[in-house]
């Protein structure tokens, strides 16, 4: 094409000479502990599926039905004709499991952040976000207008320093569990800060519901903290819950704003009803089964026992995600292509999603993996990475 604008060969290039290229691969079949990819079964160590419900029967069985009732497509926006009946159910149990008066439901997680955090805050105001925030939390605050701000990691001193200088209205907006990390936030103090400094305080708790607290009620239940303060959470429906979307639970008003404000809401098509029913089916599970958690805290304890008998540098987590950091792009690449001739996926992190030189391995686990396959990780890592 003799247009120069879309001549993209040498960008593409470069990411390849510095070892991040991306590139997906194709799986045959639904989510499972194995997989069938590209004509090879792998045991999978990469997926979100915490709880192991994005094939489970009564999951599948509700959407079946879902599509049955509702049909395929919700044919508009919430604020036309695309808001069912279903939709509405589900956001009523999400506001009861999150112990608030109103939840609000968007397509995805990267929607929900950056529309409740532009709809909160605009020119004239501040935003604090943790270095290490989910890219959609750091975009959200970048487009909202206001002044941004980022603090050092987990450091509520350094927040603390940024806010009282703040004149004007402040957001703080953290990650509750770390997707790359794994770490969880320091909650209690971040609540704290902002009760007294009158901020705002808006918590993504992506990988932490389901996963974390006595009922799986996420960061907030695990630290024992109320809905006074952390009175806006965001959570996604694809991880532990087994299906697609997420939602923001808060007080009445603070919901009705984000129907009115958030673009990301507004302007853009409903999930299908059907995916609505699906995720009431694996919230009745996520509350029903505990089991799945307690299976769950039992392998990650098992994998770091014997990652440090084998002396294997884990980061410091206690959540399904377990990284374990490399430092070269080129090594954890080559560390993922040997895992993966050994029938393991495990999935290699880099640059930007992670900062230069904290290119990592980033293992996670299901409520569906047995000690066994882990025990068969443990000594596929130590061969690899001896």
């Known amino acids: 094409m003799s247009n120069r ?29 194995e997989l069938q990819v590209e004509g090879r079964r792998l045991l999978n160590f990469c997926s979100n599926d915490y709880l192991g419900l994005a094939n489970h029967p009564d999951v599948v069985a509700a959407f079946r039905s879902g599509a049955d009732r ?24 999400l506001a009861a499991f999150t112990g608030r008066e109103r939840a609000l439901l ?40 206001a002044r941004f701000q980022r603090y ?3 450091d509520s001193e350094d927040l603390q320093a940024k806010l009282v200088r703040a004149q004007g209205r402040a957001l703080i ?54 809905a006074e ?57 996520l509350q029903a089964e505990s089991w799945r958690r307690e299976q769950l805290q039992a392998l990650i304890g098992h994998f770091r026992r014997g990652a440090e008998q084998q002396g294997l540098q884990l980061m410091d987590s206690a959540t399904a995600i377990q990284p374990l950091v490399v430092g070269d792009s080129g090594r954890a690449l080559a560390a993922s292509r040997q895992l ?19 290119a990592r391995l980033r293992i996670t686990f299901t409520a569906h993996h047995s000690l066994q396959q882990v025990d068969a990780l443990l000594a596929a890592l130590g061969k690899v990475l001896r």
């Open 5 to 33: 604008f879309y001549d993209f060969s040498a960008s593409l290039q470069q990411l390849e000479q510095q070892n991040l290229y991306r590139r997906r691969r194709i799986v045959d079949g639904p989510q499972a502990v």
């Open 70 to 93: 509702y049909g395929c497509g919700s044919g508009a926006a919430h604020l036309i004709c695309g808001h069912s009946s279903a939709h509405h159910a589900l956001e009523q149990e």
């Open 106 to 145: 968007f397509s995805t997680g990267y929607m929900a952040n950056l529309g409740a955090i532009s709809a909160l805050v605009g020119r004239g105001d501040y935003v604090f976000e943790d270095r290490l925030n989910h890219a959609s939390l750091l975009d959200g605050g970048l487009l909202s207008g």
């Open 152 to 154: 050092r990691h987990a």
């Open 173 to 226: 907006v953290s990650d509750g569990v770390f997707s790359m990390d794994g770490d969880v936030a320091p909650l209690p103090e971040l609540a704290r800060l902002a009760d007294a400094c009158q901020a705002g305080l808006l918590i993504d708790d992506a990988h932490g519901f389901g996963v974390l607290g006595r009922t799986g009620g996420g960061v907030v239940e695990h630290f024992g903290l109320s």
């Open 229 to 285: 303060q952390v009175p806006i959470l965001m959570g996604t429906l694809g991880k532990a819950f087994g299906t697609f979307g997420a939602f923001v639970a808060g007080s009445a008003e603070l919901i009705e704003y984000l129907i009115q404000k958030a673009r990301t809401y507004v302007f853009t098509t409903a999930m299908p009803a059907a995916v609505a029913e699906a995720t009431r089916a694996g919230l009745r599970l």
């Open 340 to 358: 993966a001739d050994l029938g393991f996926w495990v999935g290699a992190i880099r640059p930007p999603t992670v900062p230069a030189g904290s």
